[in-house]
């Protein structure tokens, strides 16, 4: 047998593996100037609110510019808005390297390019998820959705780690060259594909009607809708993001180094998730297994804000990773086969306001419980929250009941028929 046919489903179409791997190499760059910002504001300042300032200035644009950002996945052409908006991104960590090595970074600085690089991530990750169900077939789509959040979880373990030992031995001038070079590796990928990234681009209208389709659409949608509000709560109350450089200073004594593998251990178990169910078989009752995530997601912080041995710390961090990461495969997967691909961008847009904005408002509110109460109430807390924001959900029919198997085919754009195999 072939070695290609072992690997999950979804990369054995060329297009999609190739834009898989671009977007690899561009989410192990973000990871470390994600590190080395953190790291390099805590210095800068001595101050757990400063982080989660940072959290704050990378949430506002994404939640404010989200479903603009959806809005030009559905209106615009794909593959250029992506490849252009490389180049911004790309354009923003130079900057940070070159003002780190001329010694002239600030906390304002760093604010400033956390916003630019949140702007350029609102308007692009719309577009990024809508054209996974373009790139694979509809049977092989669970397959390809689990590889879109594999892709993240592998850039999140590996790039703190690596970033970690870069601060450690060069500083963090390296950790954003190491970005801007991953940047240009992504604009490669997105020039080489060939399959169209629509299934039928036609440029439209803007207007209020066409900018709000994806919210009302939701709207509509029980399911979705109560799958973006528990993402949405869970990030906010319990992402310890915030908290990990206190904890690696202050609290566990483990340095820059320790630093990097608390944030890889959150990624190593929503890795590990991530790729069971991109080679599983069908699973059922995913509204029920999307609650369980949750469920362990927020348990496993509360152990972890009352641990002070380092590896406990790292193993509970893994299993936070875990429970969300395979609740986020499902529910991604939800999102693409119960939407339109006309309106595909705008739904995940909307989506991505709930998912990229519920962390960084999430490092913003633990930055304050951890000011004014201590690290270890402020992941307590948050933890806490998770679980009863599930336990909250969990009451609710249309979740609880939901079944990925009886959503399988009808609402994914044609697009995907053509994906080009090897």
Known sequence: MPFYHRLP?????????????????????????????????????NSPL???LLGLARAIPQIAMAIFGGLLADTMDRKRLMAGLQVVQWATSATLAALTMLHLSSPEALYAGAVVLALASAVEQPARGAVVANLVPPHDL?????????QRQIGNVAGPGLAGLA???????WCYGVDAASWLAMLGAVLLVRTPLQSRYQAQPWSLETLLGGARFVMTQPVIFWFMVLDF?????????????????DILAVGPTGLGMLYAAISAGGLASATFLSASSRLQAAGKWVLVGVVVYGAAI??????????????MLALSGAGNGFSAVLRGTANQMLTPDNLRGRVGAFNNAFVMGGPQLGQFESGVIAELFGPQVSAITGGLGALLLALGVATIPAVRRFQLTAHIGPAVGAGASTAARH
């Open 167 to 173: 601060l450690a031995f060069t500083g963090p001038a």
């Open 50 to 52: 400063q982080i989660g």
């Open 142 to 150: 669970r397959s390809g959705v689990a590889l879109h959040m594999v």
């Open 233 to 249: 709560g869970a990030t906010l109350f319990g992402s310890p993001n915030a908290l990990l450089p206190v904890f690696a200073r």
């Open 9 to 45: 489903p979804a990369l054995h179409h060329r297009d999609f593996a190739l834009f898989w791997a671009g977007s690899v190499l561009s989410g192990l760059g973000t990871q470390f100037t994600t590190v080395a910002m953190a790291w390099q504001i805590y210095e800068l300042t």
């Open 302 to 315: 509360v152990l972890f804000a009352v641990t002070v041995n380092f590896w406990l710390a790292l193993l």
